[in-house]
């Protein structure tokens, strides 16, 4: 059974391209979570999606940033117009539908991006 | 005010000794669940012990102990015999329940502890 799948792993853009971050679930899970790591911190989170729905995007940047996951397909975080603040590691993690005694997210080696 | 804090930017601790990791944490909710995750340098989260607020006996997974006290809010992570491969960031985190009082996978992560071990 693989795990969370995230390409690329590691991903340079220059200021003002667009970024594309790619997340595939472990299988069966329909639910998926975009968390951000900047240098010296903890993860953040960012977005929270199951197939085709936005369910909390409370803490996602207003502008640049958007997120979906089809109905086939993995889950994309798109950056638009990066900036250097945009250099990060970013999560991604999945799960199955969520009870109170489940126990972990699974997450993603991470894609680091860097922009130059 | 934070969700998660861990005090201890760094930890030193002598290979084959125990090592605590501190962890408080603040909510309003009576049912919640705390994590800890390593992340080693080459980056990816690996989950090691999971505490609901519910369980009355405090968690283990073989060398990884979780210290639970509630009524401190604190949730401390304990590695016995401390081995070199131990060394790495270790993050505890939050689930609360969401929006509605449906509880879902999105955690509150604190700033982590750096482990370092010794020979």
């Known amino acids: 059974n693989a795990g969370v799948m995230q390409n690329p792993r590691h991903l340079v853009r220059r200021r003002g391209q667009e970024a594309r971050l790619r997340c595939s679930p472990m299988k069966g899970h329909s639910h998926v979570y975009w968390y951000r790591q900047l240098p010296e911190e903890g993860l953040k989170f960012m977005v929270y999606?199951?197939?085709?729905?936005?369910?909390?995007e409370s803490g996602m940047p207003k502008e640049r940033f958007s997120a979906e996951f089809p109905k086939e397909g993995p889950s994309i975080l798109r950056i638009q117009q990066v900036v250097r603040g945009d250099s990060a590691a970013y999560f991604c993690a999945s799960s199955p539908l969520m009870s109170q005694r489940d126990t972990e997210a699974f997450f993603g080696q991470g894609t680091r991006l860097t922009v130059v | 005010a934070q969700k998660i804090t861990q005090t201890q930017p760094g930890m030193f601790v002598q290979e084959k000794e125990a090592v605590t990791l501190d962890c408080t944490y603040d909510t309003s909710d009576q049912s919640y669940g705390l994590f800890w995750y390593k992340q080693p340098s080459s980056g990816e989260m690996i989950f090691l012990i999971y505490q609901g607020s519910y369980d009355e006996q405090n968690a283990t997974e073989g060398r990884y102990s979780l210290n639970f006290q509630k009524a401190r809010k604190s949730a401390n992570l304990v590695i016995s015999a401390s081995q070199l491969g131990d060394s790495a960031m270790y993050f505890c985190a939050m689930r609360e329940r969401g929006a509605g009082g449906t509880s879902y996978g999105k955690l509150t992560f604190g700033q982590g502890t750096i482990l370092t071990v010794h020979p």
């Open positions: 999606l199951q197939k085709e729905n936005i369910i909390d």
